[in-house]
Nanobody, 113 residues
Framework: QLQACGGGLVQPGGSLRLSCEAS????????MGWYRQAPGKQRELVAT???????KYLESVKGRFTISRVNARNTVYLQMNNLKPEDTAAYYC?????????WGQGTLVTVSS
C-alpha cells in the first residue's frame, strides 16, 4: 500500500530525494513520515509531516533534510542534501492514520566515497 523509491549510492556531500505514495485506500487525514534503520541499530524517526504541514525532524538532519507532501496525491517526499556516511541506512516510509501504522518496504541509502 506504500510504494517508496529514490534510494541509492551517493558520495558524501551529495543529495538524494526519496518519495513514497500511499494507495487510495489509505486516508489522506494522516501523518506521513520517514524512519531509518542502520545495521545493528534501532529504527529511528527522521522526519514527519501532518496533513496541515506540521513538521518534526531528527536533530541530526535539521538543515540538511526537507520533508514535504502533496495531499492530493497522498505522497510524501524527503529531500536529503549534504549527506554524510552516518546517514547510511534503510529508509522506511510510514503513514499513521486512525491508530494504524502503514510501512513501506524500505529503500537503501548508502553514503560512501
Amino acid at each position: 500500500q506504500l510504494q517508496a523509491c529514490g534510494g541509492g549510492l551517493v558520495q558524501p556531500g551529495g543529495s538524494l530525494r526519496l518519495s513514497c505514495e500511499a494507495s487510495g485506500s489509505i486516508s489522506r487525514n494522516n501523518i506521513m513520515g520517514w524512519y531509518r534503520q542502520a545495521p545493528g541499530k534501532q529504527r529511528e524517526l527522521v522526519a514527519t509531516i501532518s496533513r496541515f504541514g506540521i513538521i518534526k525532524y531528527l536533530e541530526s538532519v535539521k538543515g540538511r533534510f526537507t520533508i514535504s507532501r502533496v495531499n492530493a496525491r497522498n505522497t510524501v517526499y524527503l529531500q536529503m542534501n549534504n549527506l554524510k556516511p552516518e546517514d547510511t541506512a534503510a529508509y522506511y516510509c510510514n503513514v499513521a492514520t486512525g491508530g494504524i501504522d502503514y510501512w513501506g518496504q524500505g529503500t537503501l541509502v548508502t553514503v560512501s566515497s
